[in-house]
Nanobody
Framework: QVQLVESGGGWVQAGGSLRLSCAAS????????MGWYRQAPGKQRESVAT???????NYADSVKGRFTISRDNAKNTVYLQMINLKPEDTAVYYC??????????WGQGTQVTVSS
């Protein structure tokens, strides 16, 4: 069993910052890819940022230059630093991990609300 626990969501005014954390625990030997996804009301879930075990990262165009993903492999934890937040960033943010077996696990989600 693998569990993902997210934290750091909340309410912030436009232009503000938040830092999300996601800690994975359980039967984990190695995590290939860790990532953050988000889903706004009435929209499909979309990829925000991903990072490989080697540290290579990818970002959605809408967050480039504002969001930074990082990970601590020793702690099986992934972070998402978000600055200059915009109302359109409002969504439920989910973390996800992909194992070498290709099994994928998801967190329960954390709400981020950005007011204008």
């Amino acid at each position: 069993q693998v569990q993902l626990v997210e934290s750091g969501g909340g309410w912030v005014q436009a232009g503000g910052s938040l830092r999300l954390s996601c800690a994975a625990s359980g039967s984990i030997f190695r995590i290939n890819v860790m990532g953050w996804y988000r889903q706004a009301p009435g929209k499909q879930r979309e990829s925000v940022a991903t990072i490989t075990s080697g540290g290579s990262s990818n970002y959605a165009d809408s967050v480039k230059g504002r969001f930074t993903i990082s990970r601590d492999n020793a702690k099986n934890t992934v972070y998402l630093q978000m600055i200059n937040l915009k109302p359109e960033d409002t969504a439920v943010y989910y973390c996800s991990i992909k194992m070498p077996s290709a099994s994928t696990y998801w967190g329960q989600g954390t709400q981020v609300t950005v007011s204008s």
